[in-house]
């Protein structure tokens, strides 16, 4: 297939001047970006009325025949918007040769990039409703499943469950609201901006933008051809959601093995071992966690091939679509694992409570108790880590041991440091939580 600039290439360079093989996945956005053009030359009569319904039925049938099967994008091309011009001028002659009028590659590619991107951000909020959606429901079967929250990997008070996932569906939610501001500030239409500096047809902008779903043309015309901010800032909300989605893979990890045993992950998401019979081992969960750091490097790719250029367009731009697709894919699977892995976790709340029980995490009220009783916070806090120092539960510590360490200790402390009631004390607010998760989810639909 020929170059659409006319050119040749040599044959040592064709392969590293070729993008056909990461950009064909745009043909959707490509025909789509074209048709728009071609409406617009021809309403304002930059063609004719009949080579604009020409090139409107040929890139419809185009459309067509790539969706059913019946065309196979050709993988020579350069790439794959010259796949769809050179084919749609061996369809329909002369007047496939006017669609490129007022138009470059460089605001073509620019545009058929920002619709793509648009409608991937899309797919994965759904996908990320679903997540949401699928924690919402475990955290509230869950609610009051008492387990101990950590700091620095320690035991350190009492929460419940469903508070605890419910802090992994604010993650996500914040990734959702990145998502669509990347979404909204990419929404704007480069067409028009020609390869950098406009063009002398009497062109209608807004029209072209209206048509494909923009909030309005790009206004400068070196900016709309060279920037590539929409990219790095999805990619940069794609690795904040790749580091959370790291977290709750860990947390995974570490609850379902036997020395937590707080969950069990179901069979579709554990894999065997190949030499020991018992092993149930979470690799999807270890697979998310590393693939953050696959995104992190595509994040990493694009801000380096843009660090150094100037404006306008230059070829180096072509190395953006594999960074963001790339990013686009791996938090697209990820996040499609991720949903029924948790809603088909089987959480163990007695081995929670046990967890709970054994840890001292009721120390905290202790000296709290200690403190509504009149003593200063600091002797407090010395009392009640004397009193852990014991090693026995303080649960099971007699009056007379709690009187030792303190006279003012009477019997209402063991309703101070029963489980149940830290956390009924601490009023969580889970139901509001829950209630935030469940607006979020019904603004989506």
Known sequence: MNNLWGGTVADAARALNSSIEVDSRMWREDIAGSLAHAAMLAKQGIISQADGAAIRAGLTGILADIESGELAIDMTAEDIHTFVEMTLTARIGDAGKRLHTARSRNDQVATDLRLYTRRQIDELLTLLYDAVAAIHD?????????????????????????????????????????LMDAKKRLNWCPLGACALAGTSFPIDREATAAALGFSGPVLNSLDAVSDRDFCVETLSALSLLMMHLSRMAEE?????????????????FVTGSSIMPQKKNPDMAELIRGKTGRVYGDLTALLTVLKGLPLAYNKDMQEDKQALFDGLDTAALCLGVLSPMVAGMTPHPEAMRKAAGAGFINATDCADWLVGHGVP?????????????????LEELTLDEYRAASPVFDETVYAAVDLDACVRRRQLPLDE????????????H
């Not at 093995?257 to 969950?263: A, D, I, P, R």
């Open 138 to 178: 475990k955290a509230a079967a869950y609610k009051d499943a008492v387990m101990p929250g950590y700091t620095h990997l320690q035991r350190a008070q009492p929460v419940t469950f469903g508070h605890y996932l419910c802090a992994w569906a604010m993650m996500l939610i914040r990734d959702a609201g990145r």
């Open 252 to 268: 995974l990890v570490l609850w379902s093995s036997l020395e937590f045993g707080f969950v069990t992950l179901s069979e579709g």
């Open 377 to 393: 916070f600091r002797e407090a806090y010395a009392v009640a880590a004397g009193l852990v120092h014991r090693g026995k539960p």
């Open 433 to 444: 939580e829950l209630a935030c998760i469940e607006a979020f989810l019904a603004d989506q």
